[in-house]
């Protein structure tokens, strides 16, 4: 059982959401073959803003119309996260965007306060798990790496609650060995692929990000990266090696229960 998987490594411009869709969208139309899935960085439609007043866009906005557009015209699901206005209060949402037009959602969970994320949106209390041919992928933004409990597969019995571990990001080249090392140890630590979606080049702030977008298998081997340029990368995924590995190693049953509240 396969899954392909398209990594959009991109700069973004600034709080300019029409100039970043533009974009975005010939990269899309660039994409040779045929893929399923569709990744873009945190923020895809206007970098990591603390503006959220200038930039936000509702549920009906242009952003999420334009994603809805893309999935059917293409017949992919689209994923990536944005600035989000509801009921008065700002998230850093990511949509997960079907062909059909349906979509399921995740907030961000775990805000940076380090830049005053905190300060401008609201936290989310549930993860999202979606399901695609069979495929069980945990969807979570940037920040949320730091946090393992987060991520942990909650087993039952040795039985996985997830395949894939999907992280899109803003994350600063600064800060990029951490980065890397916390996409492989979450593969490792849950037995499951990791893909990690970031951006490049320099947001509003000066602060330059270095891509390092990254595809890792169980093991914490590195199956894809590239770093300080933009990418459009498609990657096959197999079912069958993660589910050799963990009967091969059947850790899983091992680990401690518990409940995230």
Known sequence: MSLSITLIQTDLVWENIDANLVQIEKKINAIAGRTELIVLPEMFSTGFSMNPEKV?????????????????????????????????KYFNRLIWMLPNGQCSYYDKRHLFGFAGEDGHYTAGNKRLIAQVKGWKINLQICFDLRFPVWARQQTNGGESEYDILLYVANWPERRNHAWKTLLAARAIENQCYVVGVNRVGNDGNNIYHSGDSMVINPLGEILYTKAHEEAVYTIVLEKEPLETIRKQIPFLKDADGFMIR
């Open 56 to 88: 936000a866009e509702t549920m009906d906005g242009k952003a999420v119309a334009w994603m809805k557009r893309i999935a059917a015209t293409k017949n992919v699901i689209l994923t990536g996260s944005l600035a989000i206005k509801e009921e008065g």
